[in-house]
Antibody, heavy 124, light 111 residues
């Protein structure tokens, strides 16, 4: 069974850093692009970043560019999101999502498996 | 911020057909495929449609979708009470460095 499982959320103060992790199982992790998608309380879905299966291509939303870094360790089937200089508007549930289409260089939005999400709260 | 526009709400009685629109631009829907997601209250999103009109296994054929130019639509036929959820379209946007984009979301209510 294909699964993705996030961890690492919590309460941090503005300006602090946090790293999220997402472990994939039941599929060849390095063959699929992975993304982070977030959802602020009571709001819609917002794509945050995406990383090709090979790890060679990384993309970020304008709202997090320069503050967040996404990377992966295919040997550990793990995706990471390093979040620096956190702000109040970064408060959200962060989902890890796997794309349905495979390929080392593909990055898309056809997310066929989602984690349960991990809550990040930025507040003083 | 969302660059794909959806109506905030849609509704219909059981058995009715509901259509949700998703409006984008030449840099996203006009160039790339569209996916649709269903999010039930308190749950993670679920893929309903990918590559504009393809259904993953397990998704009922009551859900169908199409794309034309810079717009897309999702149709739900034979509306059921457990279809009550939020629905989102998504696509890739080739502007700047490239990024994923979601629609603003549509709340479907079964009357």
């Amino acid at each position: 069974e294909v699964q993705v499982l996030e961890s690492g959320g919590g309460l941090v103060q503005p300006g602090e850093s946090l790293r999220l992790s997402c472990v994939g199982s039941g599929f060849t992790f390095g063959s699929y692009a992975m993304s982070w998608v977030r959802q602020a309380p009571g709001k819609g879905l917002e794509w945050v970043s995406g990383l090709s299966g090979s790890g060679d291509f990384t993309h970020y939303a304008d709202s997090v560019k320069g503050r967040f870094t996404t990377y992966r360790d295919n040997s550990r089937s793990t995706l990471y999101l390093q979040m620096n200089t956190l702000r109040g508007d970064d408060t959200a549930v962060y989902f890890c999502a796997k794309t349905k289409s495979g390929g080392s260089f593909y990055v898309g939005t056809d997310f066929d498996n989602w984690g349960q999400g991990t809550l990040v709260t930025v507040s003083s | 911020q969302s660059v794909l526009t959806q109506p905030p709400s849609a509704s219909g009685p059981p058995g009715q057909r509901v259509i949700i629109s998703c409006s984008g631009s030449g840099s996203n829907i006009g160039k790339n495929t569209v996916s649709w997601f269903q999010q039930l209250p308190g749950a993670s999103p679920k893929l309903l449609i990918y590559k504009n009109n393809e259904r993953p296994s397990g998704v009922p054929d009551r859900f169908s979708a199409s794309k034309s130019g810079t717009s897309a639509s999702l149709a739900i036929s034979g509306l059921q009470s457990d279809d009550e959820a939020d629905y989102y379209c998504a696509s890739w946007d080739d502007s700047l460095d490239g990024q994923g984009v979601f629609g603003t979301g549509t709340k479907v209510t079964v009357l």
